[in-house]
């Protein structure tokens, strides 16, 4: 029977999500803060609320009475999901992993103090007096950031006393939700970074996609890249981490799990339950199922055999210029395509800000090409998208 799915959030991982359930022949409620966000635009209905007022999911969720919650963002008001789950409401993956997860606070202390598991050391902060304490205790280098943030916004690299008070400014004010407090970290001199793809089944075993590496630029993810250079060890204790974290979490559905490789080793980082922005590059056909495709199997409970790599890909964002209320243009899609094993994907983001991922360009070849002719064919076909402010 069809399912009637509740998303909340609406981007453009929402997006490739719910094409993905629509191809599965599901009913699709895509919620987010603003109207016509990118997910809005291929579901079966939307609300348009702010979800970091509980009166407000509380009434979408009994209008529309769904089988299932997919939350997608941070902003909100996650304490709800445990009351619908007693309401017999499914919360993907689960109530508790939603209100650890949406936190850095909860899933840092459960990785390093519950689970044990290789961490930057890290304190937090919710005064200036805490977080100058904070500082001093971690020592410089060290890592800024909301507890309660994504895609890189409030994060800041600390080296200085001057770039400290900045860190403090922007932390407190850039993250989501109602939330001042920040995580003071480490800084790991890692030698690379990956995501890696963990997806846990109703009635399955935990599956791992081919690791994935990406780089950042302001804190955010500008490309990535599939299969990663791990190795045989590195990779054991990443899944090894990634299973033990998933598995404390509970619940169905793909995790994005970050990790530092380091010349000591490997250091968990962050974990998200969804889609992950680096995954964007299951979608250049590495893989026999997109992140997306996956995500939406484990939600239905759908068995999925195996995950196998097909190809070798790169992505790499196209980004607004800067902020416009109007709904933008693109050039240079046709100049881009011209190019073999590439692609595009315009999000559809009615409005624009400055750096805003508006799309992304994709390219693949067979497996064993190497990484960086893949990533310059990516980043090429981007640099070609010129988004046209009106």
Not at 88 to 117: C, H, W
Not at 207 to 223: A, N, T
Not at 327 to 338: D, F, K, S, V, W
Request: with cysteine; glycine share 8%; net charge neutral.
């Amino acid at each position: 029977m069809a399912k009637k799915i509740l998303l909340l959030g609406s981007g453009e991982l929402g997006k490739e999500f719910v094409i993905a359930l629509k191809r599965l022949g599901h009913y699709v409620i895509a919620t987010d803060s603003y109207n016509d966000a990118p997910a809005q635009q291929v579901a079966d209905e939307r609300e348009v609320i702010d979800m970091l007022d509980g009166a407000s999911l509380d009434r979408i969720v009994a209008k529309h009475k769904p089988d299932i919650i997919v939350p997608e963002i941070e902003a909100i008001r996650t304490e709800r999901f445990y009351e619908y789950e007693k309401q017999g409401y499914q919360v993907i993956p689960s109530a508790r992993a939603a209100n650890f997860t949406m936190n850095r606070k909860a899933i840092r202390d459960l990785a390093a103090k519950e689970l044990g598991l290789r961490t930057a050391k890290y304190a937090y902060a919710k005064t200036k007096e805490e977080f100058d304490a904070a500082i001093k205790a971690i020592g410089f280098p060290c890592v800024v950031k909301p507890l309660m943030s994504s895609s890189g916004k409030g994060q800041s690299t600390v080296k200085t006393e001057a770039d400290a008070a900045k860190a403090w400014e922007y932390g407190t004010t850039k993250g989501r939700g109602d939330l001042i407090e920040v995580i003071v970290e480490e800084f790991i001199p890692f030698e690379s970074e990956i995501t890696l793809l963990t997806i846990t089944q109703r009635n399955g075993k935990t599956l791992f996609c081919p690791p994935i590496g990406h780089r950042q630029e302001r804190g955010d993810y500008m490309e990535s890249w599939q299969p990663a250079a791990i190795s045989a060890s590195q990779l054991r204790d990443a899944e090894e981490m990634a299973g033990k974290v998933t598995a404390a979490l509970t619940g169905f559905g793909i995790w994005g799990v970050e990790f530092f490789l380091a010349k000591d080793g490997v250091y968990f980082s962050e974990l998200s339950p969804r889609p992950h922005d680096t995954g964007m590059v299951t979608l250049a056909l590495t893989q026999n199922l997109s992140e997306f495709e996956l995500h939406a199997r484990a939600v239905l409970g759908l068995p999925i055999p195996e995950i196998t790599l097909e190809h070798a890909g790169a992505s790499a964002v196209i980004l607004a210029p800067d902020e416009s209320k109007n709904i933008p243009e693109y050039m240079g899609i046709e100049e881009a395509l011209t190019t073999a094993k590439t692609d595009i994907r315009i999000f559809g983001k009615p409005t624009t800000r400055k750096y805003r991922r508006m799309g992304v360009a994709l390219a693949y070849d067979a497996v064993g090409t190497p990484t960086d002719t893949l990533r310059n064919r990516a980043k090429a076909a981007a640099e070609k998208v010129k988004v046209v402010l009106k």
